[in-house]
């Protein structure tokens, strides 16, 4: 089974940008992984922000946009607000095997 | 509107089985697919299967082949999830998922095994 790779932690300055990313270990990630995004804040159901790469929900915050960077599947938070303080999880869809989630990346706005 | 409605809370004990159901309400059962995901105590999200509710074929992801079954019942537009030979490392959160870009989640049920 695949390892997706996410940096376990990152700080953000309120209002500030930052990139996450999900990395695989077969290899780049493509469109064909189909990547998804997730948010959850503690004690919560996760919230699916972005799937297919970079399609949003109609939830979805604008400030959140979705991308393929240097191999990896991205997300990017634009003009960082204290409630986007979470956890996100990465998912990736692999051609004849099962999804896998990444590890998760915790976010600090401060 | 559309919502998943899962069971409640499970105490099991090791090597006994569990069943999850998830409830689906606002929308035509048959038409999406359910992934069910779980989450450990303190831990990531981990996917477990997904099941086709039209014909019923389902997938399981290798960690957990031959101990999870999903079956479907289209009259009552509820999906099942029951996972056997439980362990302490299957204490977790239980979700099922809406496959349409896993826009729909249930509350989630946890099932401890103690």
């Known amino acids: 089974q695949a390892v997706v790779t996410q940096e376990p932690s990152l700080t953000v300055s309120p209002g500030g940008t930052v990139t996450l990313t999900c990395g695989s270990s077969t290899g780049a990630v493509t469109s064909a992984n189909y990547p998804y995004w997730f948010q959850q804040k503690p004690g919560q159901a996760p919230r699916t922000l972005i799937y297919?790469?970079?399609i949003k929900h109609s939830w979805t915050p604008a400030r959140f946009s979705g991308s393929l960077l240097g191999g990896k599947a991205a997300l990017t938070l634009s003009g960082a607000q204290p409630e986007d303080e979470a956890e996100y999880y990465c998912?990736?869809?692999?051609?004849?095997?099962?999804?896998?989630f990444g590890g998760g990346t915790k976010l600090t706005v401060l | 509107q559309v919502q998943l409605v899962q069971s409640g809370a499970e105490v099991k004990k090791p090597g006994a089985s569990v069943k999850v159901s998830c409830k689906a309400s606002g929308y035509t059962f048959t038409n999406y697919y359910m992934h069910w995901v779980r989450q450990a105590p303190g831990q990531g999200l981990e996917w477990m299967a997904i099941i086709n509710p039209s014909g019923g074929r389902s997938e399981y992801t290798q960690k957990f082949q031959g101990r999870v079954t999903l079956t479907r019942d289209t009259s009552t537009s509820t999906v099942y999830m029951e996972l056997s030979s439980l362990r302490s490392e299957d204490t977790a959160v239980y979700y099922c998922v809406r496959k349409n870009g896993m826009d729909v989640w249930g509350q989630g049920t946890t099932v401890t095994v103690s």
């Open positions: 297919d790469t970079s």
């Open positions: 998912l990736l869809s692999y051609s004849g095997a099962r999804p896998v």
